[in-house]
């Protein structure tokens, strides 16, 4: 029988989301949950107005929407819903809902309304018919359509955190949340057409109707501000819980260099447990088909990380390890 013992869930870098919300409860601020975790970082300022593109879905043969007043030069009634598909020979052309042709647009075709727009189908993050601040862009590429929301940095907030945080945690926690959510878009380069994904890849964005009041709250009270390391936004890792202790940054993602802010730190009010997990030594060789020569016999931890992690192991096999 395999046994695996272990503690957490997520990669282990950076901030641990439950035991950010465990400091906040014996009353750490957000301030102090940031630099308990990012090692030797300090809060900057972004300048306001800052605006970020999402890509909420892409490979589409249609895009759904309704509740947008323009879309490019044409005059939208805000409350009918359009479809838009790619047109033979390049361009965009948009239907009404019963599909009769309206008209042909260019692209990459922008969507405007002074409300949330609602995207119908599925955003990659999992959201269903969701609605998004600010603009939304239509790409072509091939007879295949992405959807990009451009919004307002803070605006892209309001969906993240309650996305990433349940807006029923303490506020302290909400405001670690925001400012290491506002980091992380700031500070990673941006994607072929577009700055962040809707999802894990990225954050986790909900748009417009994940958004609460007490999230809003952490928002506005931490506007602009970001972890900063020698003076410069840094990429704020976060993740579900740690089990008792963080990583470092080279021990979790093979090929990362160490980072002086991304080094393990003793988690205290994490304790969250995720095992033992039992399984036959059939199953386990089932799983690790490929990687294994023959039967698995035992499995011999090489390196361990600080958390400590297995870095890495022997898989000794009935005919080889």
């Known amino acids: 029988m395999l046994v695996i013992d272990g503690a957490g869930d997520g990669h282990g870098v950076g901030m641990s989301q439950t035991g950010a919300a465990g400091m906040a409860l014996h009353g750490y601020s957000g301030r102090e949950i940031l630099q308990h975790y990012y090692t030797g970082t300090t809060i900057g300022h972004l300048a306001h107005g800052r605006v970020v593109t999402v890509l909420l879905q892409s490979g589409l043969r249609n895009v759904v929407f309704t509740g947008a007043t323009h879309a490019g030069h044409r005059t939208l009634r805000i409350d009918s819903v359009y479809i838009a598909h790619e047109r ?55 007879a295949r359509l992405d959807v990009i929301n451009s919004v307002g940095l803070e605006s892209y907030l309001r969906g993240v955190v309650p996305a990433e945080s349940p807006a029923s945690w303490p506020a302290a926690e909400l405001e670690a949340q925001a400012i290491a959510a506002r980091s992380y878009a700031v500070a990673n380069a941006p994607q072929a057409g577009f700055d962040l994904y809707a999802d894990t890849r990225s954050q986790e964005y909900g748009g417009y109707d ?17 972890v ?32 002086a802010y991304l080094k393990a730190v003793l988690d205290p009010y994490d304790a969250s447990r995720f095992g033992p997990t039992t399984m036959s030594l059939r199953r386990a060789t089932a799983k690790l088909r490929g990687l294994l020569h023959g039967s698995l016999e035992s499995i011999v931890v090489t390196q361990r990380g600080v958390s400590p992690r297995v870095v890495s192991a022997d898989l000794i096999g009935s005919q080889g390890t």
């Open 210 to 226: 994940s958004e609460a009041a007490s999230s809003d709250a952490a928002v506005a009270a931490t506007r602009g501000q970001v």
């Open 228 to 259: 900063t390391y020698a003076g410069k936004p840094v990429t704020t890792y976060y993740f579900a819980s740690s089990g008792g202790e963080t990583e470092n940054v080279q021990n979790s993602f093979p090929g990362a260099p160490p980072e």
């Open 88 to 142: 033979p020979g390049g361009g965009i052309a948009l239907e009404s809902e019963q599909g009769h042709l309206l008209t042909y647009l260019a692209v990459p075709l922008k969507i405007t309304s002074p409300i949330p727009i609602r995207f119908d189908g599925a955003a990659s993050s999992g959201v269903i018919n969701g609605r998004y601040r600010g603009s939304l862009r239509i790409v072509a590429y091939g």
